[in-house]
């Protein structure tokens, strides 16, 4: 007979629920509803043409190339097949499935194992994730993988804390963790602390030694059923070749010769402007740690300080997960929200412990921070200045300075690569096909065009820091243009030679029919001259 190792059968397990959730769930939809105007980023629509091939049966890596693991293209195509192939898609899949998800779970974490969620929680843990993501991360650094892996990484949190089942516990704990680790492989690392936590958490509740092994079986078959399924079906459709040749042998390439940052002192320079990037979160969430969390562990039961624990072994292991990666995009540190908000909420709702009423105290204090974090700072302003546009555009049907606002300057232009995509949209015919030289796959998805070609991007071909195959890449490629040849080609204008050169198509016989800021938009001529050997 199973042991129930926390809070005994009949403890209730569904949230209390009342006026303060709903005006949390207000604040949260507020803020992603903005996110909802979000374009596509270089990212997404990288995410979104591959999973639109995969809609048509073509195979990731096998016949589109990108070193992301499969999870978020099927995320991107599941979004799609259920509110359509659009931007808004994927801003209100990733509200959905990521930050809704990740809020209850760090409710649940938040609240001891044999009680209820009390009423106030979920909503106040909502609108808490929705800060902790929409401030600091613009259209450029959400939807991306990071923010599945933290909504998985934070449930695996709060599987470990809450079930009352050791089996129950396990299978969940391994099953997030695998399916977060195939988002993110670098997430083994806060996977690995999760499991931490859910030891913990046993050895805090007595659990016999029976719960230990049933919780180790079922982690075991959680982990194992995610990639046995991924592995199945790239096997079945003669994928792993591929595969392997992305996410093994150019990843571990990649993660060498790709390095953003070379020595400890570049490093520490990356991660302290990663850190001054969160401002005020980040740095509070460390002192929630530091100075309620430790006096709480060194005093409290261990019930109370568990979910201290778990804040504080997701948050170190998060952000570790990022400085093993030595690149510090932005985006990376969105492994880390669930587990910011999660310090955030705990201390917040650590205050019952002081004399003041338990939601009413939560309250008081969350709508002070969450009213200094929206009256002030320039992701604040950032924000705001989104919605005015898009009121703007949908008052007076002129849409050009929302879309002039996603950009970064001298980086990328959304109002360019729109402008370049409804070009071509306008001048070609059914069944036309285009290619995109450079890293610009938002203007495939905004005219709504595919090339037909593995490699729809070409740092894989022109990059040898991202790709030890560039030369067979460029043979691969020039091999699949040759044979069909697309009817339009976006090149750059600047460019002297090179596969991204536009001078380099008027060379085999392409028209140059129009210009838009730094692409120049080529038509194929009467006269192709395709030689065998690449021309560039």
């Given at each position: 007979m199973n042991e129930r190792f926390a809070g005994g059968p009949k403890a209730r397990t569904?949230?209390?629920?009342?006026?303060?959730?709903?005006?949390?769930?207000?604040?949260?939809?507020?803020?992603?509803?903005?996110?909802?105007?979000?374009?596509?980023?270089?990212?997404?629509?990288?995410?979104?043409?591959?999973?639109?091939?995969?809609?048509?049966?073509?195979?990731?890596?096998?016949?589109?190339?990108?070193?992301?693991?499969?999870?978020?293209?099927?995320?991107?195509?599941?979004?799609?097949?259920?509110?359509?192939?659009?931007?808004?898609?994927?801003?209100?899949f990733d509200y959905l499935f990521a930050l809704v998800p990740a809020g209850i779970a760090c409710a649940y974490a938040a609240t001891p194992a044999d009680r209820p969620v009390p009423r106030g929680r979920i909503g106040l843990s909502l609108a808490i994730v929705s800060l902790v993501y929409y401030l600091p991360f613009d259209f450029w650094n959400t939807a991306q993988c990071e923010s599945f892996t933290s909504a998985l990484s934070v449930i695996a949190a709060a599987a470990a804390l809450r079930s009352r089942d050791a089996r129950?516990?396990?299978?969940?704990?391994?099953?997030?963790?695998?399916?977060?680790?195939?988002?993110?492989?670098?997430?083994?690392?806060?996977?690995?602390?999760?499991?931490?936590?859910?030891?913990?958490?046993?050895?805090?509740?007595?659990?016999?030694?029976?719960?230990?092994?049933?919780?180790a079986v079922t982690l075991t078959v959680g982990v194992a059923l995610p990639i046995v399924a991924i592995f199945g079906y790239f096997a079945k459709v003669d994928g792993l070749g591929a595969m392997h040749e992305a996410l093994v042998v150019t990843i571990r390439h990649y993660l060498t010769a790709g390095k953003y940052v070379h020595g400890t002192t570049q490093t520490l320079r990356a991660l302290v402007f990663g850190v001054l990037g969160w401002q005020a979160l980040l740095v509070?969430?460390?002192?929630?740690?530091?100075?309620?969390?430790?006096?709480?562990?060194?005093?409290?039961?261990?019930?109370?300080?568990?979910?201290?624990?778990?804040?504080?072994i997701g948050l170190v292991t998060s952000i570790t997960s990022v400085v093993v990666q030595l690149k510090f995009f932005n985006y990376h540190w969105l492994s880390a929200v669930g587990f910011v908000a999660l310090t955030l909420l705990v201390g917040i709702v650590d205050l019952q412990h002081v004399r003041v009423r338990r939601a009413r105290g939560e309250w008081l204090v969350a709508s002070l921070a969450i009213s200094l974090l929206l009256a002030s700072g320039k992701q604040s302003a950032r924000l705001f200045y989104t919605a005015k546009t898009a009121i703007y555009a949908a008052r007076h049907g002129d849409d050009e300075p929302l879309a002039r606002s996603f950009g970064l300057e001298g980086f990328y232009s959304y109002w360019d690569s729109r402008e370049t995509a409804?070009?071509?949209?306008?001048?070609?015919?059914?069944?036309?096909t285009l290619v995109v030289r450079g890293f610009e796959p938002q203007i495939y998805m905004l005219c709504d065009m595919r090339y037909g070609g593995r490699f729809f991007e070409t740092p894989w071909l022109t990059e040898e820091r991202f790709s030890p195959r560039t030369k067979e890449n460029t043979a691969e490629d020039w091999a699949y243009f040759r044979k069909s040849p697309p009817r339009w080609v976006v090149a750059f204008t600047h460019l002297e030679s090179g596969v991204e050169a536009a001078k380099s198509y008027v060379g085999i016989g392409y028209v140059p029919r129009a210009r838009v800021s730094v692409f120049t938009i080529l038509e194929r001529g009467e006269d192709l001259r395709l030689p065998e050997e690449v021309p560039w």
């Open positions: 569904w949230p209390r629920v009342g006026f303060s959730d709903a005006l949390g769930v207000l604040v949260s939809l507020g803020l992603a509803a903005i996110s909802f105007t979000y374009p596509y980023g270089r990212d997404q629509a990288s995410f979104a043409y591959i999973a639109r091939e995969w809609g048509m049966g073509n195979v990731p890596y096998k016949a589109a190339f990108e070193i992301k693991p499969p999870s978020i293209y099927l995320t991107y195509l599941v979004a799609f097949r259920i509110f359509g192939d659009t931007p808004w898609a994927i801003r209100v129950v516990s396990g299978f969940v704990v391994g099953l997030a963790s695998a399916l977060a680790v195939l988002f993110k492989p670098t997430v083994g690392i806060v996977a690995a602390g999760n499991v931490a936590v859910l030891a913990l958490a046993m050895r805090a509740r007595h659990a016999p030694l029976s719960d230990y092994l049933r919780a509070l969430a460390a002192n929630v740690l530091l100075f309620r969390g430790v006096p709480v562990l060194l005093r409290a039961r261990p019930e109370r300080g568990l979910p201290f624990v778990a804040a504080g409804l070009w071509v949209k306008e001048h070609a015919a059914p069944g036309d």
